[in-house]
């Protein structure tokens, strides 16, 4: 039986009986949020809670670099279209009712599946994020928040949506909150006008923080160059976009010589296999040759309303088979590499120390129970990314502190009634 209180908070706690790279190990965890020692026996420690993992295996929180949390409350409300259709004539119409309240309920809904499945911080573009801000602090998860500008070439909205930005950073940082951290996110090049992606740049350096914004998912060439005489890429770069702090979702039709200038500039690339074969956007991110070039890789699920789910382990696998099968090569992204996209590769472009069980680093890590999906355990990461899925996942600890234990995440209820509950009624008062 799970003990009730050791939930919620990061205090000293010893995991016994686990597996770590398919070795018998203990974690300790020391209670400032960092894990302390990882060997096969720990004696020395003053743990308040011993976990027993009855050979479970040991793995990083997942990482979830692309997400729209609120839009789990669209899950299954619209499906089996191209993108721009499923935007313009369900999507944006059906956001434009959204509450702040709607918001919360949603994000919420978007940390519970998390925590269900493993996943330890998420790089979140969206509206109203102040509300998604309340939702990850109750829910002990970590993330990146964006607000998303779109202003759509016009010059009055342009300075309306900066004036949300620099509101929303501001209080995003005013909560400090080490588990959140505040980034901007212009959403893509045809929503947002070359004021609107220059601004953006120059607060992310400014306030030093990540710069979150959706880049060809679908080819978005043939326009760039019929109205800015450049591809996408250089576009980006021309407006200062590209830096080390950028991060791009989706990157499916990059060319040889984007991805070389994505790798001078130190652009972190979002792999988010699932939307974009759901959305048929025509290409696989050219991993290969990112890989080769040394652009940092990432995995996200993009919005549980084009995915529709936010399991990283479902994504690790989705990842793993579609560079095999569009690429025609049966070794791209083993997968040991695919755990690395789906952890510390995120870890790094967001500047946190996570992704990685060893000493020193956040103690954000989860374990996955045995279970008919994992034995043999001949090797812990290829059962997790090829066999496994993301509610294997029986225990996520976040910053030291235990999200779910035995399958038990306090307060998992209520959050499914409530977000039940607003979704309906969002989209009756959208289709009213
Ligand atoms: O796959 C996508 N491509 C482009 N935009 C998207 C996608 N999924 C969601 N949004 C939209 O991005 C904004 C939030 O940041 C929202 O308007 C959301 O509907
Ligand atoms: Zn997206």
Same mark, same amino acid.
């Given at each position: ?9 990061? &205090? ?21 949020? $960092? ?66 309240? #709607? ?15 493993? %996943? ?10 102040? =509300? ?65 992606? $220059? ?18 998912? %679908?080819? +978005? ?38 991805? $070389? ?6 652009? %972190? ?19 290969? +040759? ?20 936010? #399991? ?32 510390? =590769? ?17 103690? #954000? ?17 290829? =059962?997790? &990314? ?47």
């Amino acid at each position: 039986m799970t003990e009730p209180d050791i939930f919620g908070k990061t &205090v000293p706690i010893l995991i016994r009986n686990v597996t770590l790279n398919n070795k018998p190990a203990e974690i300790y965890l020391d209670g400032t949020g $960092r894990i302390g020692s990882v060997a096969e026996k720990i004696t020395d420690h003053d743990a308040e809670f011993i976990i027993d993992g009855n050979g479970a295996a040991a793995l990083p929180g997942m990482v979830n670099m692309h997400t729209h949390s609120p839009m789990g409350l669209l899950r299954g409300y619209s499906d089996d279209m191209p993108l721009f259709e499923w935007l313009s004539t369900k999507i944006w119409p059906t956001e434009a009712h959204l509450t702040e309240n #709607d918001i919360y309920w949603g994000a919420k809904l978007a940390c519970l599946e998390m925590i269900r499945t493993g %996943t330890t911080t998420f790089n979140d573009m969206y509206f109203m994020m102040n =509300n998604v801000a309340d939702a990850v602090d109750e829910a002990g998860i970590r993330a990146c928040l964006s607000y998303c500008m779109i202003d759509g070439g016009d010059h009055a909205k342009f300075e309306s949506e900066c004036s949300v930005m620099e509101k929303t950073v501001a209080a995003l940082k005013a909560r400090n909150n080490p588990r959140i951290m505040p980034g901007v996110s212009p959403h893509a090049i045809y929503t947002v006008s070359e004021e609107g992606l $220059r601004w953006c740049a120059e607060f992310s350096r400014t306030e030093n923080i990540p710069l979150h914004i959706h880049v060809d998912e %679908t080819d +978005e060439n043939p326009d760039c160059i019929k109205a800015h005489g450049m591809r996408v890429v250089p576009w980006l770069d021309h407006c200062g976009v590209l830096s080390e702090r950028c991060i791009a979702a989706h990157c499916c039709w990059l060319d040889a010589e984007d991805i $070389r200038l994505f790798a001078d500039r130190g652009v %972190t690339a979002v792999h988010n296999p699932v939307s974009n074969m759901k959305l048929t956007v025509g290409r696989a991110l050219p991993y290969p +040759e990112m890989k080769a070039a040394g652009v940092n890789v990432a995995l996200g699920t993009d919005g549980a309303s084009s995915n529709n789910d936010l #399991d990283m382990f479902a994504e690790m696998k989705t990842a793993a088979l579609l560079q095999k099968f569009f690429w025609n090569d049966p070794t791209l992204m083993p997968a040991d590499e695919a755990l690395a996209v789906a952890s510390r =590769n995120g870890a790094k472009a967001l500047g946190i120390n996570a992704g990685i069980i060893a000493p020193g680093y956040l103690a #954000d890590l989860i374990l996955v129970g045995r279970n008919p999906t994992n034995v043999p355990a001949f090797n812990t990461t290829s =059962n997790a &990314v090829y066999a496994t899925g993301g509610l294997a996942v029986d225990t996520t600890i976040c910053n030291g502190a235990v999200l779910m234990h035995e399958g038990v995440i306090p307060g998992a209820e209520e959050i499914l009634q409530k977000a039940g509950e607003v979704a309906f009624d969002l989209v009756r008062r959208a289709t009213a």
